[in-house]
């Protein structure tokens, strides 16, 4: 198990920009699948986006080129570099990790952050 804690949030108009981090503490940070998810009031977790060594990065429909994901293995931190926010944006974004074969969903992440507030005005 690795431990996550997210930060970056707040609130930005739309069409402007935002980075998200999280910073992991465990084991092996760079065997992880790290992916991000988002989860608005009343809805799903969705499915952000993720990167690994082997392949990737991915992204979900939604954020493909307006979102970015990178990490810095030295630092055990992933990254979310978010721009041309819009309204429907507007989530609780949590960082996660998967150990083995992962998939866009969230049951194939085992860790997961608190989440961090993300709120795009209109």
């Known amino acids: 198990q690795v431990q996550l804690v997210e930060s970056g949030g707040g609130l930005v108009q739309a069409g402007g920009s935002l980075r998200l981090s999280c910073a992991a503490s465990?084991?092996?940070?760079?065997?992880?699948?790290m992916g991000w998810f988002r989860q608005a009031p009343g809805k799903e977790r969705e499915f952000v986006a993720a990167?690994?060594?082997?392949?990737?990065?991915y992204y979900g429909d939604s954020v493909k080129g307006r979102f970015t994901i990178s990490r810095e293995d030295a630092k055990d931190t992933v990254y979310l570099q978010m721009s041309s926010l819009k309204a429907e944006d507007t989530a609780v974004y949590y960082c996660?990790?998967?150990?083995?074969?992962?998939?866009?969903?969230?049951?194939?992440?085992?860790?997961w952050g608190q989440g961090t507030q993300v709120t795009v005005s209109s």
């Open positions: 996660a990790a998967s150990s083995g074969n992962w998939a866009a969903t969230p049951a194939a992440f085992g860790s």
């Open positions: 465990g084991r092996s940070f760079s065997l992880y699948t």
């Open positions: 990167i690994n060594r082997i392949r990737g990065p």
